[in-house]
């Protein structure tokens, strides 16, 4: 089992609509929660961190950590098409050990 | 500020053959990465050092060498490459204190013969 777990997708949503992204994980000992956006043929940019349990917003993303459910989410509002890009969840207990998921590739549609 | 570079862009080895990935940071960060990401593994580091001077292995480390030159520069050496470290490797960096953001170079897409 991977200690991290996301859904590779594709995911494919209407302009407008709301993105929910989730990622599972079984090392409770990670305390830093992240999200980056890749879009194609280029690095990972960080979009969102969160440390511990909690909800963090900024602008139309809310990133939520459910750490008693080993749970996180990354919800988009009010989609774009730039907004279609891969989306990688990542989390760490410490600062060198960063563990990332597989990616969820997302597609908004005018 | 160019942020984290990398060299080359793209490169395709024959088997056996040697290379050596470069990257450099301008942010005068201390720690610095080098990561593969495979389709459908996301992204697995392979060696990081935390500071100039020092380098520890990540969860793929096997046929890979790395190099902290100085504080700006952190190299990939594949000694003899294989078919399996066909990838798209990037190099990335991080304050060591702080948030845990690590800043991502443009990769280098990688295909062995």
């Known amino acids: 089992q991977k200690e991290v777990e996301q859904d590779p997708g594709p995911l494919s949503v209407p302009e407008g609509a709301i993105v929910s992204l989730n990622c599972t994980y079984s090392n409770s000992a990670f305390q830093y929660f992240m999200w980056y956006r890749q879009y194609s043929r280029k690095g990972p940019e960080l979009l969102m961190y969160?440390?511990?349990?909690g909800n963090k917003e900024d602008g139309r993303f809310t990133a939520q950590v459910d750490k008693s459910s080993k749970y996180i989410s990354l919800f988009i509002r009010d989609s774009q098409p730039s907004d279609s890009a891969t989306y990688l969840c990542?989390?760490?207990?410490?600062?060198?050990?960063?563990?990332f998921g597989a990616g969820t590739r997302l597609t908004v549609k005018p | 500020n160019a942020g984290v570079t990398q060299t080359p862009k793209f490169q395709v080895l024959k088997t056996g053959q040697s290379m050596t990935l470069q990257c450099a940071q301008d942010m005068n960060h201390n720690s610095m990465y080098w990561y593969r990401q495979d389709p459908g593994m996301g992204l697995r580091l392979i060696y990081y050092?935390?500071?100039?001077?020092?380098?520890d292995k990540g969860e793929v480390p096997n046929g890979y060498n790395v190099s902290r030159l100085n504080k700006r520069e952190f190299s990939l050496r594949l000694e003899s490459a294989a078919p399996s470290q066909t990838s798209v490797y990037f190099c990335?960096?991080?304050?060591?204190?702080?948030?845990?953001?690590?800043?991502f170079g443009p990769g280098t897409r990688l295909l062995v013969l």
């Open positions: 990335a960096s991080n304050r060591r204190e702080g948030r845990e953001t690590q800043y």
């Open positions: 969160t440390y511990s349990s």
């Open positions: 050092s935390a500071s100039e001077g020092t380098t």
């Open positions: 990542a989390m760490s207990a410490r600062n060198n050990d960063m563990r």
